[in-house]
């Protein structure tokens, strides 16, 4: 897909996961004990054979940027083309929409030397081969191609995403928004491969016309003008935009068959490496059914629950069904049950953090309780 210039959207994020994203990015919220979100992204982009990435992001993007570096991780550290990182030049701009966002590195688009463009948000959860969508998109000569979830099984859960209608040809005759609610089990995962020049079209026809945002105002808008055509993807997948989606997309990530079907592929997820030690464990612990990144000490008990790099639990201390983020400190006889801590939050002796099945509580960055 060296004709391909792979773009990461970030300009409709917005701070939806509360204390996890005072300090962040929603892109950068790490995952999975040592992921960052936008790792899935990007991977996916570099596992199909995208040399030339941009992301675009809004603001609070100085974790982004650290997690990110020169892109070396990904194979992105390139005398010509990989990684670019692309901020919006003038901030106020950014609360009307990631379409200004674009107009501001139209320059970024002209030069680069790609015929087409694919565009992804950053808080999917999945493991994507890009190249047969390529192939389709190319087959039936279409100006825009999306991806989609068909989840037909009435009991499955559905991720948040918006839903698309297409017609018996594939071809996208709606997407929902909030005025226009569909009754589908086809779910938009928000990732498109347009031509580079409907693009640049898009981008302006649309700010003229007093449109800001590319999916709302630029694809659903001009569906009867373009041919939208709509591509399966069979995979797993999952979706970040609240609290609750983020605790529950990591819970799921204890099923084995998930695990498997997300890091277990000739496609690697990577991300930022850093050398830390095993994970140490004493006599006196009990660890069920969880992950625990390198450099975490357990001496307590951990059940059902996701520790980052790093997590110190004492002797004595119960955690269930919780997330513990990097560096965090759990103290003795402490109790931690349906949560989430962020970074180097340390809970002293004998407290209990406790929520509830169906919304955790959450501890910010470096709190002391």
């Avoid at 300009?11 to 996890?20: A, F, K, R, V, W």
């Avoid at 609360?95 to 565009?119: E, M, S």
Wanted: glycine share 8%.
């Amino acid at each position: 897909m060296q004709n391909v210039m792979g773009v990461i959207n970030l300009g409709n994020q917005q701070d939806i996961l509360n204390e996890l994203t005072y300090f962040r990015d929603l892109a950068a919220v790490p995952f999975a004990g040592k992921y960052r979100l936008i790792d899935f992204a990007l991977s996916n982009m570099v596992n199909s054979r995208i040399k030339d990435i941009a992301v675009l992001p809004t603001n609070k993007y100085r974790s982004l940027i650290e997690h990110l570096g020169t892109g070396r991780d990904w194979d992105l550290d390139r005398k010509q083309g990989g990684l670019f990182i692309l901020p919006p030049t003038y901030p106020k701009a950014v609360k009307y929409g990631d379409l200004h966002n674009f107009y501001q590195h139209l320059d970024f688009f002209i030069t680069g030397q790609q015929k087409y463009v694919l565009i992804s948000g950053g808080n999917l959860i999945a493991n994507i081969d890009y190249r047969p969508a390529l192939d389709f998109h190319q087959q039936v000569g279409a100006d825009v191609t999306v991806l989609y979830k068909d989840y037909q099984e009435a009991k499955l859960k559905y991720p948040p995403l918006k839903r698309i209608e297409t017609d018996q040809y594939g071809r996208v005759i709606s997407i929902e928004d909030q005025y226009l609610p569909i009754f589908s089990s086809k779910l938009f995962m928000e990732v498109l491969i347009l031509d580079k020049q409907v693009l640049l079209q898009m981008v302006e026809s649309c700010l003229n016309e007093g449109g800001c945002n590319l999916i709302s105002d630029g694809l659903s808008k001009n569906l009867h003008n373009l041919r939208v055509y709509g591509f399966p993807f069979l995979g797993y997948l999952g979706s970040v935009n609240s609290v609750t989606s983020y605790y529950n997309q990591s819970m799921k990530l204890l099923q084995s068959e998930n695990w498997k079907e997300l890091f277990y592929q000739p496609r690697l997820i990577y991300t930022k490496s850093k050398n830390e030690p095993p994970s140490r464990y004493s006599r006196s612990c009990r660890v069920k059914n969880s992950l625990a990144a390198n450099g975490c000490v357990i001496d307590g008990t951990v059940e059902n629950s996701i520790l980052f790099r790093g997590v110190k639990v004492a002797k004595g201390a119960i955690i269930k069904n919780s997330i513990i983020m990097q560096k965090s400190e759990i103290g003795e006889n402490v109790v931690v049950e349906n949560s989430i801590l962020d970074k180097k939050v340390m809970v002293t002796a004998g407290k209990t953090i406790q929520g509830e099945n169906d919304r955790p509580l959450v501890i910010a960055k470096r709190i002391v309780i």
